[in-house]
């Protein structure tokens, strides 16, 4: 219910707002075509009738499945944008994956010893990957390790293999010397958010008498950080992590266009230098879905994490 | 009167090192209590209690450190464990109720989950074995349906509920000393006082000894055997339940004994201790009491007075104990 208003009122949004910037008209004809030719395609595109009505024929078609024919390709663009999906989705997956593996551990350890050197320096490096642009980092990176250490290729994306349908690189030796670059770029600014939010997690949970209680019945630290202060810093963590997962693949728009990864993002940057407004809308139609389906998800792992909420839930 | 104790503490001091100052939150503390025996910790907030408690289980957190004294528990010193023996003890030997029972248990597990493992921590036991315990422990404590309970999470369960299943969890491996700190002041009246009979007959039954830390005169005297009474990190009097409550000999205990309502004479006007307990960082010279004290005197203000030993089990701290005529 909820979700449906929110796409209808984005669905506004992007159509008109993409409407009011340029005239893909210069983009779609030859400088030299003549008057007839002209409106012959803008009669084509059906860009001659009033906003409004762009947008009902928009929306009728949207709910056949279609969202409009790309100007320069001349394609379906909802199978161009799920053409290049898997590869951004790979990419979203592997860094956070990589924050995941990387951030918690972290986090875990500066909150566990807060005082300690070592601790200090992780906290001033997640300060680092919070303040350093993204495309900066990422040419850093391909200098350093592409270039002049050789030890992974700089830009695009390795040998793929066919899982459950989608074509996937990262399971391939060639593959994953590709993506391992830009998916730990794109996973910096998760990085660093998953060690804050662990630190400042263990540093509140570890003061709550349930801890204190924990001790005084004899357990382990092991199994009072594993069991006892792990299950309550995952709630913030998968909360935060689960909606960040929309913003990974929103920001990949940049990783992609440094180390010429093959994904949606690219294909968005494209689609904007020519005003293909049909892939523009398109692309921000199933960003939304995305984020959509993303809620649902971080709502249900929340549930299973939390049995609060799981109870309040099973009592309406 | 021969049998040995179960605990003694001697001169136990527990500083916290704060930034302002060091904080002397237990001063030279001795006790001691026998098996079976229930012992009375009372004390106004701030007073102490909840960190002897804790220091008797070595749970005192940074800033704070036992800087001296002695805890033997049947014989063992306590005080010269390392962390490893520490963790041996904790649950086993020594269990503690906390104060607060909507927050002793971890809201994101199963109540089971947190029973079973800590009979775990301490025996090599299988989890069926385990559980079939617990459900004894729970069923001892007063929980009806403990099957159904054990696969609940807190958040389902009431404070007294709560407090009963951290109770339960204390008894798991008959400790020899339990310490409850102010374990039913979160409770309603009916509760607190069904929880009370349990923990009496259960104490009985088991001749484990228990430390009860209340700010309440009236729920210790129907409960404990014997009492001290804490004032500003230290102990200014103890002694056995009667003596104390009919003979206080130190004129906090007067003053907190003439403040229980139902003590007090009936339409009289409800006595209160003037003042408030002195900040802990910068006790004044002298007796620490002195300025809320009708009975103060100019020495009082010089020396810290010390302890009196008068008889086997009774001791007062103060330099002009109350006189009994007083007491009409
Ligand atoms: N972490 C700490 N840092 C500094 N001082 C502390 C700390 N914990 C306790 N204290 C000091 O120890 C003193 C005794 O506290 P304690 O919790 O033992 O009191 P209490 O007698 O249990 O009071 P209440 O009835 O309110 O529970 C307090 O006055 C407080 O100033
Ligand atoms: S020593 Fe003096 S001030 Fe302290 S309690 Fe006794 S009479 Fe009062
Ligand atoms: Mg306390």
Not at chain 1, 209 to 224: H, M, T, V
Not at chain 2, 83 to 99: D, H, N, T, V
């Amino acid at each position: 219910m909820q979700s449906g208003i929110v796409m209808i009122a984005m669905s506004v949004i992007v159509f008109f707002g993409v409407n009011v910037v340029g005239d893909p008209i210069d983009m779609l004809v030859a400088p030299d075509a003549d008057q007839a030719e002209i409106e012959r395609v803008i009669r084509d595109f059906g860009l001659d009738k009033p906003v409004w009505q762009q947008y009902t024929v928009f929306v009728s078609n949207a709910f056949k499945g279609d969202l409009g024919t790309s100007f320069i390709f001349g394609e379906s663009a909802l199978k161009l944008i799920v053409e290049r999906m898997p590869a951004t989705l790979e990419l979203a997956f592997m860094a956070l994956l990589m924050a995941i593996i990387i951030g918690i551990p972290l986090g875990l350890y500066a909150g566990l010893r807060p005082n300690a050197i070592s601790s200090r320096l992780i906290m001033s490096g997640s300060i680092l990957g919070f303040s350093l642009p993204t495309f900066w980092v990422g040419i850093m990176m391909i200098m350093l390790f592409a270039v002049m250490l050789d030890w992974v290729p700089a830009t695009g994306r390795g040998d793929t293999i066919s899982v459950l349908g989608m074509q996937v690189s990262f399971l391939t030796a060639d593959g994953f010397s590709h993506i391992v670059l830009p998916a730990l770029n794109l996973a910096l600014l998760k990085i660093s958010l998953v060690i804050r939010l662990t630190r400042a997690g263990v540093r509140e949970v570890m003061h709550m008498d349930f801890i204190k209680f924990a001790r005084a019945k004899g357990l382990s630290a092991n199994r009072i950080v594993m069991v006892h202060l792990f299950k309550n810093i995952m709630i913030p963590v998968v909360t935060v992590l689960g909606l960040e997962f929309g913003s990974l693949i929103a920001f990949s728009v940049v990783t992609e266009t440094i180390f010429a990864w093959p994904g949606m993002g690219k294909l968005l940057i494209d689609a904007i230098q020519q005003l293909d407004r049909p892939i523009i809308v398109a692309y921000l139609m199933i960003i939304v879905v995305l984020f959509v389906v993303i809620n649902l998800i971080v709502d249900i792992l929340y549930s299973i994490l939390d049995p609060r909420v799981r109870l309040q839930d099973a009592a309406n | 009167m021969n049998t040995p104790n179960t605990l003694t503490v001697k001169n136990l001091k527990t500083h916290f090192f704060t930034k302002a100052g060091v904080v002397k939150a237990v001063d030279d503390v001795s006790f001691s209590v026998k098996p079976g025996e229930i012992l009375g910790l009372v004390g106004e907030s701030g007073s102490g209690k909840t960190v002897t408690g804790f220091s008797l289980i070595g749970l005192v957190d940074e800033p704070g450190r036992v800087v001296g004294g002695s805890i033997l528990l049947n014989g063992d010193d306590l005080a010269r464990k390392n962390e490893k023996q520490w963790r041996e003890l904790r649950g086993k030997k020594i269990a503690m109720i906390f104060q607060d029972p909507m927050m002793t248990l971890n809201p994101v597990l199963r109540i089971d989950t947190q029973m079973i493992e800590a009979i775990q921590a301490h025996e090599k036991i299988s989890k069926q074995a385990a559980r079939e315990r617990c459900r004894e422990a729970l069923v001892r404590v007063g929980i009806a349906s403990p099957d159904e309970r054990l696969t609940s999470y807190p958040h389902q369960f009431s404070g007294g509920m709560r407090q009963r299943v951290a109770i339960a969890i204390a008894l798991l491996h008959e400790p020899d000393l339990i310490i409850a700190d102010e374990p039913t002041t979160a409770l309603d009246v009916t509760i607190q006082a069904q929880i009370l009979y349990e923990v009496r007959k259960l104490c009985s039954e088991t001749g484990m000894s228990l430390i009860w830390v209340t700010h309440d005169l009236a729920v210790i005297s129907g409960l404990a055997d014997r009492i001290a009474v804490m004032y500003a990190g230290r102990i200014v009097e103890q002694g056995s339940i009667d003596e104390v409550l009919d003979a206080p000999l130190h004129p906090y205990t007067k003053g907190l004994i003439e403040s229980v309502p139902s003590r007090n004479k009936r339409g009289a006007k409800l006595y209160q201790i003037p003042g408030m307990t002195p900040s802990l960082l910068n006790l004044p010279a002298g007796c620490a009491f002195s300025s809320r004290c009708s009975a103060k005197q100019s020495d009082c203000l010089v020396a810290t007075p010390e302890i009196t030993q008068l008889g086997e089990e009774r001791q007062v701290r103060c330099f002009h104990p109350v006189k009994q005529e007083e007491m009409a």
